[in-house]
């Protein structure tokens, strides 16, 4: 991989991340929530217990 090519890559998850932080603290909840809700059948199989939050009484976007 060529050097511009990694900063390109660099430059693109900074603003990427610079994003993130911008969002309201409901989007980011909703974020972390879709997460659990992503990990959760893996988990399971695993044998863990799993349990997502519920985001009722958040003002929806």
Known sequence: M???DLNAL???K???RLELARLPIEEKL???VRLQ???APILRQRG???RC???E???HA
């Open 2 to 4: 060529e050097d511009r």
């Open 10 to 12: 660099l430059a693109g």
């Open 14 to 16: 900074q603003r990427r």
């Open 30 to 32: 909703r974020a972390v």
């Open 37 to 39: 809700e992503l990990a």
């Open 48 to 50: 863990k217990t799993v």
């Open 53 to 55: 939050w519920k985001l």
């Open 57 to 59: 009484g958040l003002k």
